[in-house]
């Protein structure tokens, strides 16, 4: 039996595996920096309550701190809503990048589908 060079199939086998390492990177990336806005929320969330708190309170220095409070709370949800587009736009561009592989790799893409499939529904069959 002759065993033969098939580039095709390695550079397949290389660009699906880019693909990959491309969205779990960015799969990654979008869940912390999800996790890490959630995080933001709340604590915004909470120093907002606090600063209603402390809103009767008339000491020259709490007012002070809390006018610094308040406008630091307005920059962090400016800041935060940035993020967001941030994070939009590269969820865009992973999705993007996952179009212009499938066009160019149907087959692969195929293929790849057809093996998460399976690993699918394997794990889910042991469950049952």
């Known amino acids: 039996m002759e065993t033969t060079f098939n580039p095709a199939g390695d550079s397949m086998a290389a660009s699906g595996k880019g693909a990959k390492r491309a969205a779990d990177d960015g799969a990654s990336d979008f869940r912390a920096k999800a996790a890490a806005a959630n995080e933001i929320r709340n604590l915004i969330a909470d120093v907002e309550e606090l600063v209603a708190r402390i809103a009767d309170l ?37 999705l993007s990048g996952a179009d212009e592989y499938v066009r160019e790799s149907p087959w692969a893409a195929v293929g790849l589908a057809a093996l998460v499939g399976a690993v699918v529904g394997i794990l889910v069959a042991r469950r049952s």
């Open 58 to 94: 008339n000491d020259a220095d709490v007012v002070r701190v809390r006018s610094k409070v308040v406008n630091a709370v307005g920059a962090a949800k400016q800041s935060l809503s940035g993020s967001a587009d941030t994070l939009r736009r590269q969820a865009h561009k992973a």
